[in-house]
């Protein structure tokens, strides 16, 4: 069966930076697409970004140009999502669904998700 | 960027009773890249409809999508316990955005 594992909570001073992973198993990992999709206390869905697991392609929400880089690990069918000059705004829980391979498309199997407190 | 509006805000219904989301864009959704998502407290969302009326797998019939261009519609048609959620429209062009999504409560 399809899984997306993320890895745990974050607890991150403002300024600072945050690595998140996502493990996919159950699925081919490059025939597919990854996007990052976060969610702050209370709020609606906010999409991230992108990346192509099979080119590494890459397309992010203008808002986060410059301040997030998302890669991938298909030796260990691994996404991670790395979020720089954290802003206590940023605290949120920060998910990985399974999307396109050429496009982000839609998102059919998601992570449990990964809250990332930014506090001083 | 094209911006989703979802009304209303809350839907207070009853079980057994018809439930219809409405999700409006701020331009023409290409080839009906619509999506819908349910999601609950604690829990990541889970895919409902694709393609604007397509249903994901696992999905009861009960959900149905409709609409193209810039208005859309989730209607489930006879409300279950387990449908009281907050629910998100979302677009899938070359970028992405999620409306604000629409909270079915129990009346």
């Known amino acids: 069966q399809v899984q997306l594992v993320q890895s745990g909570a974050e607890v991150k001073k403002p300024g600072a930076s945050v690595k998140v992973s996502c493990k996919a198993s159950?699925?081919?990992?490059?025939?597919?697409?990854i996007s990052w999709v976060r969610q702050a206390p209370g709020q609606g869905l906010e999409w991230m970004g992108w990346i192509s697991a099979y080119n590494g392609n890459t397309n992010y929400a203008q808002k986060l140009q410059g301040r997030v880089t998302m890669t991938t690990d298909t030796s260990t069918s691994t996404a991670y999502m790395e979020l720089r000059s954290l802003r206590s705004d940023d605290t949120a829980v920060y998910y990985c669904?399974?999307?396109?391979?050429?496009?982000?498309?839609?998102?059919?199997?998601w992570g449990q998700g990964t809250l990332v407190t930014v506090s001083s | 960027e094209i911006v989703l509006t979802q009304s209303p805000g809350t839907l207070s219904l009853s079980p057994g009773e018809r439930a219809t989301l409405s999700c409006r864009a701020s331009q023409s959704v290409s080839s009906s890249y619509l999506a819908w998502y349910q999601q609950k407290p604690g829990q990541a969302p889970r895919l409902l409809i694709y393609g604007a009326s397509s249903r994901a797998t696992g999905i009861p019939d009960r959900f149905s999508g409709s609409g193209s261009g810039t208005d859309f519609t989730l209607t489930i048609s006879r409300l279950e316990p387990e449908d009281f959620a907050v629910y998100y429209c979302?677009?899938?062009?070359?970028?992405?955005?999620f409306g604000g999504g629409t909270k079915v409560e129990i009346k």
């Open positions: 159950g699925y081919t990992f490059t025939s597919y697409g």
């Open positions: 669904a399974r999307g396109d391979y050429g496009e982000p498309g839609y998102f059919d199997y």
């Open positions: 979302q677009q899938y062009g070359s970028s992405p955005s």
